[in-house]
């Protein structure tokens, strides 16, 4: 299954991201974890070993790379080819641990001049590739999902909307679900997370009546900071994530 996660920052998104990929490990299905936040926090969710993550620069940050990878040079009249080859960059700055791949690509800040420097058209190239893979893959995204262009979203087997039942967070779920529908990205859900009480879950649904809730995650006291794993192998969490990942993975075999 591949799977974009996005919503409001601090909704859940990297503790999420992070469980699923940690149950799908567990599985023997070796998923990718693509860390398209600028946060760049998903591989201390995994419980990554911090020598591997102490190395790691976002492929965002590595812009001469990517736009030379994306043939492309000042004074070229800004042509670039949309199809470099990007199987090289991956291979090169994946880091593996726990049977899981992550790869941290950041988000190029495009500083409102729209999507098309060379550089962005690079971490898309390589979003669509590791997207068209046979391999599971969960993307941990902003709100804004820069990264998907229409070859990608519709490569994506859903699109995971998080959301708390507060005002705020509700009100980002209708603005995400525009912007994927834009972009060919029909298949998706909300998981209502830090919900305690049925009420709020109803809240959740009454609100965004056009995106089905697909479930929801309680308040993990004991999630720690920044290693969901800690709390996936010992809390209530990893139960109540495993039963969300059961129902999504009926849900598509459902429609496939
Ligand atoms: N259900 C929950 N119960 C307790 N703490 C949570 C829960 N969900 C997230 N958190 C905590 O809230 C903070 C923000 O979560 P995070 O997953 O990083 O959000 P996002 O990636 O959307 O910005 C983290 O410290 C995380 O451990
Ligand atoms: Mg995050």
Known sequence: MRIAVAGKGGVGKTTVSAGLCLLLAEQGRNPWAVDADPNNCL???LGFRQDLLADVTPLSEMRQMLAEQAGSSAGQGGMFTLNPDVTDIIADYEINDRDISLLVMGVVDEGGTGCMCPENATLRTILRELVHAERDLIVDMVAGLEHLGRGTAQAVDALLIITQPNRSALRTVPRI?????DIGLTRMWVLGNNVSRAEEADRIQHSIPQVSLLGTLGHYPELQDDDVFAGVSGSNL???LSQILT????????DA
């Open 43 to 45: 591989g201390y969710a």
């Open 177 to 181: 679900h525009k912007l994927a529908e």
């Open 238 to 240: 990893k139960s109540d």
């Open 247 to 254: 129902k999504l993975e009926e849900q598509l075999n459902g």
